[in-house]
């Protein structure tokens, strides 16, 4: 069973940085897709960020260039999501999510693709 357990949401001002953190007990899937997600009120869920073992990473276009997907796969798997320029609009819960996969080059960003998921971890930003 593997349990996704996400970390260091907050409440920030517009412009500034946050870093949340997805851990998990060490993978040994030989390939697999994780990525990050947010589900504002009243909004469905959808994909921020994504990246492969191999480190190919995606983006959703509202945050390229503000967000950075990255990961390390040690004693434990984490993945993190590097927020910076943070703006109103990315105010959300943000959950992380794992598939086990082979054959992709590219994760995807649609949340129906993921199997596991954590509770995720709220991020607010003023104006």
């Known amino acids: 069973q593997v349990h996704l357990v996400e970390s260091g949401g907050g409440s920030v001002q517009s412009g500034q940085s946050l870093r949340v953190s997805c ?19 009243g ?11 191999d480190g190919t990473t995606s983006y959703a276009d509202s945050v390229k260039g503000r967000f950075t997907i990255s990961q390390e796969n040690a004693k434990a798997t984490m993945v993190y ?12 819960m943000y959950y992380c999510a ?13 949340p129906s693709f993921y199997g596991y998921w954590g509770q995720g971890t709220q991020v607010t930003v003023s104006s």
């Open 81 to 92: 999501l590097q927020m910076d320029s943070l703006k109103p609009e990315d105010t959300a």
């Open 98 to 110: 794992l598939r086990p996969t082979l054959g992709y080059t590219r994760c995807p960003l649609e």
């Open 43 to 53: 909004k469905e869920r959808e994909g921020v960020a994504s990246i492969l073992r």
């Open 23 to 41: 851990a998990t007990s060490r993978l040994n899937y030989s390939q697999y897709c994780m990525g990050w997600f947010r589900q504002a009120p």
